[in-house]
């Protein structure tokens, strides 16, 4: 036990300078932690040296027994060693100080830290990233932490939509928690998503509970993001470099449900992959083909667009507008169809209301599905309507 006495005060005063040896005694629980680990260790240099760092690193970010703790046990593990490693490269500041003391706590309430959504988090910390809008440079500089290819920029909506849902959706559900906490839980489903791609999404658990049975639109940026509802997808008044969002669920065939997505620009309104349509449709036969009943080269007419705008904010790639053909009638292009489809939509008249386009589009869409249903021999390209 002397021997103990006099390792002990030769720690103190030999290897910790004032600093560290105030934070050392400022709490009888750490200075209980870390003497059970050198007595443990025969006061080892290696263990010695080993305590100075903990310690250091538990001064360096005011932690508290809690994360004191949690740091010391868990000090060679990945999540301490990423960051060290972020610690390494950037100038301590006081907001990266509170930063990495509230990522402790967080991390703590994990049974195993996801370092992937770790490295993730400190990334877009460093890049201002946590409160505002992911862009192109963020997801390429956050390719090697994810799960999905993000230097392929066909996933960045996907990733920006599902990020801005799981953020809303956490906020919504959880207001009491900090901005970090939500970004936090957030990057954990982002580092490890693989997406279809942009226009149809599956939808479970209480992402699907709370936005089910109403269209959305996605508003605020970062963690700042919200669920609105909205009677009709907002458009007209968004700046010229907006890019927003709206959504809502609907139900495939295959008793799943789906989430589909508008990406609204300056120029107009994106419906995502016509090859959507097939798993809106659950079709999983090989002779079966999704068919957009209005073609999705029309997606971009105005009457279209308008009814978009509708408070039933029609999709190009929602079931009403698809039926399953046999490829033996439905196969390559069909000019004749598609000419006598614009047809009709150039006979909404241009003044039309969201609402009056919609209802236009979905008369249009029943004849056309009768005709099909009526006809199921007839080469698409040949039909009459």
């Not at 932690?63 to 100038?91: K, P």
């Not at 957009?292 to 978009?308: E, G, L, M, N, Y």
């Not at 046999?326 to 008249?349: E, K, M, R």
Request: proline content about 3%.
């Amino acid at each position: 036990m002397e021997a103990y006495t006099w390792q002990m005060k030769n720690f103190e005063s030999g290897v910790l300078d004032a600093g560290l040896r105030a934070y050392y005694k400022s709490d009888s629980n750490i200075t209980n932690t870390v003497n059970t680990f050198l007595k443990q260790n025969n006061f080892s240099n290696f263990s010695q040296t080993e305590a100075k760092a903990a310690l250091t690193f538990g001064q360096t970010f005011y932690l508290n027994f809690q994360q004191f703790n949690w740091a010391f046990f868990n000090r060679d593990s990945e999540a301490i060693a990423e960051i060290n490693n972020y610690l390494s490269e950037v100038i301590l500041t006081t907001d990266k100080i509170g930063f990495i003391s509230e990522m402790i706590d967080l991390m703590s309430l994990d049974i195993e830290p996801d370092t992937k959504a770790l490295s993730f988090v400190l990334e877009a910390f460093e890049q201002n990233k946590i409160e505002n809008t992911f862009d192109s440079a963020f997801l390429f500089s956050v390719n090697q932490y994810s799960d999905l290819d993000l230097s392929d920029v066909n996933n960045h909506d996907p990733v920006i939509i599902n990020y801005l849902v799981k953020v809303a959706v956490l906020r919504s559900l959880n207001p009491e928690w900090s901005n970090t906490k939500v970004f936090w839980e957030a990057s954990k489903d982002i580092v490890h998503i693989a997406l279809d791609v942009f226009g149809v999404v599956p939808v479970v658990g209480e992402v699907a509970d709370l936005i089910n049975g109403a269209i959305y639109a996605i508003e605020g940026d970062g963690v700042n993001a919200t669920l609105s509802v909205a009677s009709a997808i907002p458009f007209v008044g968004y700046g010229s470099l907006a890019t927003k969002y709206g959504l809502k669920i609907t139900a495939s065939t295959l008793g799943t449900q789906i989430k589909l997505v508008w990406k609204i620009t300056a120029n107009g309104i994106e419906f995502g992959s016509s090859s959507k349509l097939r798993k809106v449709l659950g079709i999983t036969s090989s002779s079966l083909q999704a068919h957009h009943i209005i073609p999705w080269a029309k997606r971009t007419h105005p009457a279209v667009q308008k009814a978009a705008l509708s408070s039933n904010a029609f999709h190009m790639n929602e079931a009403l507008n698809g039926i399953p053909l046999n490829t033996a009638f439905h196969s390559g292009s069909h000019p004749n169809y598609s000419n006598l489809v614009q047809q009709y939509l150039d006979a909404i008249p241009t003044n039309a209301t969201p609402e009056q386009a919609y209802t236009a589009i979905s008369t249009l869409i029943l004849n056309i599905r009768t005709a099909l249903l009526n006809n199921p021999t007839t080469r698409i390209n040949e039909l009459i309507f």
